[in-house]
């Protein structure tokens, strides 16, 4: 069955940077567009990036565009999220999703939180 499993969060200071990682198996990776949600505590699950089969087409939203950077390794099946300059703002739950956009099969989530 799909399984996307999600690590890399954890706390970082304002200004911070991390790396998020999903690894993918039980579907055939390299032709499935790919996202990152994130949900925050109270809030709605937000499309911050996604990622075409090929890499060819990529999303940002507004709200992480010039500090995020989505990529993903299809030999590997494993998919990125590099967050750099983080704002206590992007404090959340960040999901792997099989999916372009935020509603789709994802896995359990990792924390992030960001604070000093």
């Known amino acids: 069955q799909v399984q996307l499993v999600e690590s890399g969060g954890g706390l970082a200071q304002p200004g911070g940077s991390l790396r998020l990682s999903c690894a993918a198996s039980g579907f055939t990776f390299r032709t499935s567009a790919m996202s990152w949600a994130r949900q925050a505590p109270g809030k709605g699950l937000e499309w911050v990036s996604g990622i075409t089969a090929d890499g060819s087409d990529i999303y940002y939203a507004g709200s992480v565009k010039g500090r995020f950077t989505i990529s993903r390794d299809n030999a590997k099946n494993t998919l990125t999220l590099q967050m750099n300059s983080l704002k206590p703002e992007d404090t959340a739950l960040y999901f792997c999703?099989?999916?372009?956009?935020?509603?789709?099969?994802r896995g359990q989530g990792t924390q992030v939180t960001v604070s000093s």
């Open positions: 999703l099989k999916a372009w956009g935020a509603r789709g099969l």
